[in-house]
């Protein structure tokens, strides 16, 4: 058993129908008031967890409810992994380019602890440079006339 993921015990279903939805009935109303009552809400979903209810459950009463799926689903998520439920994977998202990789140990070989902050102001003063010349449009080439 890894020690990192929580085990969630699933409750016999002779309670599970009714208690479901009345916690279902309650996570709808935590929906409703989001900005108010987040630690019940957390509460609720978290019961309902226990009892085996999927987050693709809990999206699809919030969907049939009138709620937008996508600020659901992050609200689902985001009660999840405050319950310690879910976890992001490691690793998750695009991967660093060798060439980013290779300036980042120029700068700290270079600059120590003062590397990150360097490469931050670099990467704005390129945005900026950017912008300018976009700005300036189309570059236009002199053609030289040959002999």
Excluded at 24 to 51: H, M, N, P, W, Y
Excluded at 91 to 104: D, F, H, K, N, V
């Amino acid at each position: 058993m890894n020690p990192t993921i929580p085990t969630l015990l699933i409750e016999p279903s002779s309670t599970v129908g009714a208690e479901r939805e009345a916690l279902k009935q309650q996570f709808l109303e935590c929906l409703r008031a989001i900005r108010t009552s987040a630690t019940a809400l957390g509460d609720v979903a978290a019961r309902l967890f226990r009892l085996g209810t999927s987050k693709r459950t809990l999206l699809r009463w919030a969907v049939e409810a009138g709620y937008n799926e996508r600020y659901v689903r992050n609200v689902i998520n985001h009660v999840c992994r405050q319950a310690g439920l879910c976890r992001r994977r490691s690793g998750a998202g695009p991967r660093t380019p060798q060439e980013a990789l290779i300036i980042l140990a120029f700068a700290t070989d270079r600059y120590g602890g003062r590397a990150e902050k360097l490469l931050r102001a670099a990467a704005h003063a390129a945005k900026v440079q950017r912008l300018a010349q976009a700005a300036q449009g189309p570059a236009h080439f002199a053609v030289a006339s040959r002999p």
